[in-house]
């Protein structure tokens, strides 16, 4: 089974999932595929978002000296505030460029494939054109032609687990037909919104009983299951599960529960990774594990978070592994207790979802 790990490249101002973690300390015998984070489009090109960039994937794709098993894959992201996915598609000649450039551009700097993190197509619906759906669909179609070229490269693509996101952003009979795999977000499902001012699980991996309608649909199980009814082939579906949390800041100390009004972001911003979700526990804040959701919470005066510890990683991975899908992907490798604090191990969480996959 697939081990796929994302790599964020540090960045100076950016959110907390994005941690310092230098190249030399990532462990190149801990994943089966490792996706370097972000680069973009710029003037029908693939690019690195910054300069030094360059030298970065350099200390990466170098991690294939010392394990030539593993597969380095360049991720190309965008989002609202991006305009490279949206402009780029409505051309066909861009389109058609951009791949011959993309394919290039992979080979020169030693990567084994691209990942598409568009976030999302046509998505949200009163922002985006409905044509991007389709547009999305022929960009994969003209990469799929150019990357499987000889020598072949993998082509993957980041999905959404919402229903609303999926109906809207993808064709998958189309996209099914090009992409290598499918990397499903299993995480964000909730986050403070002023519209829904309530706590909850960032990864549930099963659904709560109280939860009714669309609140019933957001936890991996329910994700993965409507992405194989719409066409998906579970062959090709990487389940996507979380080392970073989500915070949130109570309106009251003394309701803590799941499901809790909140004012606000919490701590750090609304994320949290592992270790200072461990932090967070060791200065005294109270730890609960959701029976139902298969996931643990925690709260310290006004102070919530959503987090992953190894009992969820474990359940969650033993899931998959027991449902068939292609393997497991985590976002980040930054976000992982990849120093060891506390408990003396190095990636801790991805360690525990080594040792599954691995296991008989």
Not at 34 to 44: D, G, Y
Not at 332 to 359: M, P, R, T
């Amino acid at each position: 089974m697939l081990h796929v790990c994302y790599y964020a490249i540090p960045r100076k101002c950016s959110d907390n999932t994005m941690k310092p973690l230098p190249v030399e300390d990532i462990d190149p015998f801990l994943c089966t595929h490792l996706i370097v984070a972000f680069a973009r489009i710029r003037e029908n090109s693939l690019v690195p978002e910054n300069e030094n960039d360059i030298e970065v994937y350099r200390k990466v794709t170098d991690l294939k000296k010392r394990n030539p098993d593993l597969k380095i894959l360049l991720s190309l992201g965008g989002g609202l505030s991006d305009g490279g996915f949206p402009n780029l598609v409505r051309d066909p000649e861009a389109i058609v460029q951009f791949a011959a450039r993309t394919r290039e551009f992979l080979l020169e700097n030693c990567f084994d494939g691209l990942d598409l993190d568009w976030e999302f197509p046509s998505w949200p619906v009163w922002k985006r054109d409905k044509c991007e759906k389709h547009l999305f669909s022929e960009l994969v179609r003209h990469l799929h032609d150019s990357l499987k070229l000889e020598p072949p490269l993998l082509l993957t693509v980041a999905v959404a687990g919402p229903k609303s996101i999926i109906d809207r952003a993808y064709e998958v009979h189309q996209l099914v037909k090009y992409v290598d795999f499918f990397f499903l977000m299993g995480y964000d499902y909730h986050i403070f919104w002023p519209y829904l001012p309530f706590t909850g699980h960032n990864a549930p991996l099963l659904k709560r009983s109280g939860e009714k309608l669309y609140f019933a649909t957001m936890n991996i199980q329910w994700s993965s299951s409507y992405w194989l009814k719409k066409g998906m082939e579970k062959e090709k579906l990487v389940i996507g599960i979380p080392t970073f949390g989500r915070s949130w800041r109570l309106m009251n100390s003394s309701w803590h529960s799941v499901g809790s009004p909140a004012t606000g972001q919490g701590m750090l911003n609304g994320i949290i990774s592992y270790s200072e979700a461990m932090e967070f526990l060791k200065e005294g804040a109270e730890q609960y594990f959701d029976e139902e959701s298969r996931v643990p919470y925690a709260s310290r005066n006004k102070d919530w978070i959503s987090y992953e510890d190894s009992q969820s990683i474990s359940e969650k991975v033993q899931w998959i592994k027991n449902q068939g899908f292609a393997g497991v992907m985590t976002w980040n490798l930054n976000c992982d207790n990849w120093a060891g604090l506390h408990s003396g191990k190095k990636f801790e969480l991805n360690h525990v979802i080594k040792d599954i996959l691995s296991g008989d």
